[in-house]
C-alpha cells in the first residue's frame, strides 16, 4: 500500500472516531492534538 492511501485510510478512521465520540476522545486515542483533528476537518 502506498503513502497516500494510507493517510487516506488513517484520516478517515480519525474523521470516523471524531464523529462517533468526539474530538477529545478521537485525540487521545490517536494520540494527536484536537487543533489538528479540527483542522483535518476543514480539509
Request: proline share 0%.
Amino acid at each position: 500500500m502506498n503513502r497516500i492511501t494510507q493517510d487516506m485510510k488513517y484520516r478517515r478512521s480519525l474523521m470516523y472516531c471524531a464523529g462517533k465520540y468526539g474530538v477529545s476522545r478521537a485525540s487521545r486515542k490517536h494520540g494527536i492534538g484536537g487543533a489538528c483533528i479540527f483542522q483535518a476537518k476543514a480539509l
